[in-house]
T-cell receptor
Framework: GQQLNQSPQSMFIQEGEDVSMNCTSS?????WLWYKQEPGEGPVLLIA?????ELTSNGRLTAQFGITRKDSFLNISASIPSDVGIYFC????????????FGEGTQLTVNP | GAVVSQHPSRVICKSGTSVKIECRSL??????MFWYRQFPKQSLMLMAT?????????EQGVEKDKFLINHASLTLSTLTVTSAHPEDSSFYIC???????????FGSGTRLTVV
């Protein structure tokens, strides 16, 4: 089953607002990934984090790898309508080989 | 960049028939591919890890005889849903490791509807 707790489950915001979502786990991950999925499509990688404490940006997106290696957050600044979708965190453990564990997802709705 | 092509994107089949889904890495070699299943409004659940030239590793609770995986080449893995039933209707997604620092690229998914 899922081992990553992602919150919030859904968000309804106005265009231009900033968004923050996070994932936590009771166990340590050595890689954190953030994906966006649009209806009927596969997930697309947004940001990859490889080191504890790492802060990485991709345009209006910023994500951080928590110091404890048990959490990560994703921020979206100045949201626009095309940011709509489901955002998933995913983690990879050193002990799980190459398998990824996914969070439950955050459904983002942006009102123009 | 790394591209994973998944085909078909949609398929409707009759109950009791088998359906094959293909996952191809177009511009890189993938020794390992992954098959996921996703129900509406839910997350991706890993079904199995497909290894080129060897047997797939299935997650607990996934029936090996029902979900046949073949990874005969470095660019192709196939998932065959055998004797499909309506409860097998779902969105199936494959992914492959690109080999670049934990890079995982996903296919566009296959919507399977069993009637």
């Amino acid at each position: 089953g899922q081992q990553l707790n992602q919150s919030p489950q859904s968000m309804f915001i106005q265009e231009g607002e900033d968004v923050s979502m996070n994932c936590t786990s009771s166990s340590i991950f050595n890689t954190w990934l953030w994906y966006k999925q649009e209806p009927g499509e596969g997930p697309v990688l947004l940001i990859a984090l490889y080191k504890a404490g790492e802060l990485t940006s991709n345009g209006r997106l910023t994500a951080q790898f928590g110091i404890t290696r048990k959490d990560s957050f994703l921020n979206i600044s100045a949201s626009i309508p095309s940011d709509v979708g489901i955002y998933f965190c995913a983690g990879q453990k050193e002990t799980s080989g190459s398998r990824l564990t996914f969070g439950e997802g955050t459904q983002l709705t942006v009102n123009p | 960049g790394a591209v994973v092509s998944q085909h078909p994107s949609r398929v409707i089949c009759k109950s009791g028939t088998s359906v094959k889904i293909e996952c191809r890495s177009l511009d890189f070699q993938a020794t390992t591919m992954f098959w996921y299943r996703q129900f509406p409004k839910q997350s991706l659940m890993l079904m199995a890890t497909s290894n080129e030239g060897s047997k797939a590793t299935y997650e607990q609770g996934v029936e090996k005889d029902k979900f046949l995986i073949n990874h005969a080449s470095l660019t192709l893995s196939t998932l065959t849903v055998t004797s499909a039933h309506p409860e097998d209707s779902s969105f199936y997604i494959c992914s492959a490791r690109t080999g670049v620092a934990y890079g995982y690229t996903f296919g566009s998914g296959t919507r399977l509807t069993v009637v």
